[in-house]
């Protein structure tokens, strides 16, 4: 069984601050995908992440993959109180009947004070 | 596009009883999903369905759960008997035939007493 391990598990900060939150496995995935879940609501995909060292940016976030692809790391710049959630990372298994398989981190779950 | 749906939103019950969950995924997904994510963890993959076909069930407790997709559209995922550490919300996902991205619906949340 893969596993994720995400770190923190809770980060609690002032609107403005930069803030990292990791995603380590000793598995290899083929790829890598961040999702943002709001209370109530299911998990929402912030980005997928392909190659080793690909760094994507999505406005103030920044996703990079591993070299190896075995972890990933979030960063937020200048984090707003919008930015409130859980963040998941989950990565994704390659071939046979595992295509399309996530196996989910624990969760990372941020809240930015005003 | 109309996005995953899922109901009911909530459901109470007491141990023993059962339970029923049913997901309408987005239209011409091929591969629906059934999550189980308990208060302060990830998402757990129940079942996985490809069309009507179980593509992966390993981590389903069969005993209790069961789960059909009989026309490779809606799904249903039961609960016979409930028990405590069942309280979670369960999560259905849809995704293209061979696509990476998943959809996920709203989530039911179940409170078993």
């Known amino acids: 069984t893969q596993l994720l391990e995400q770190s923190p598990q809770f980060l609690s900060i002032q609107e403005g601050e930069n803030l990292t939150v990791y995603c380590n496995s000793s598995?290899?995935?083929?790829?890598l995908q961040w999702y943002r879940q709001e209370p109530g609501e299911g998990p929402v995909l912030l980005v997928t992440v392909v190659t080793g060292g690909e760094v994507k940016k999505l406005k103030r976030l920044t996703f990079q993959f591993g070299d190896a692809r075995k972890d990933s790391s979030l960063h937020i710049t200048a984090a707003q109180p919008g930015d409130t959630g859980l963040y998941l990372c989950a990565g994704a298994e390659a071939g046979g009947t595992s295509y399309g398989k996530l196996t989910f981190g624990q969760g990372t779950i941020l809240t930015v004070h005003p | 596009e109309a996005g995953v749906a899922q109901s009911p939103r909530y459901k109470i019950i007491e141990k023993r009883q059962s339970v029923a969950f049913w997901c309408n995924p987005i239209s011409g997904h091929a591969t629906l999903y059934w999550y189980q994510q308990i208060l302060g963890q990830g998402p757990k993959l129940l079942i996985q369905?490809?069309?009507?076909?179980?593509?992966?069930d390993s981590q389903l407790p069969k005993d209790r759960f069961s789960a059909e997709r009989l026309k490779g559209v809606d799904s249903t995922l039961k609960i016979q008997p409930a028990k405590l550490e069942d309280s979670a919300v369960y999560l259905c996902?849809?995704?293209?035939?061979?696509?990476?991205?998943?959809?996920f619906g709203p989530g039911t949340r179940l409170t078993v007493l």
């Open positions: 598995s290899v995935f083929s790829s």
């Open positions: 996902a849809s995704s293209q035939e061979g696509g990476n991205e998943q959809f």
């Open positions: 369905f490809q069309n009507n076909g179980v593509v992966d």
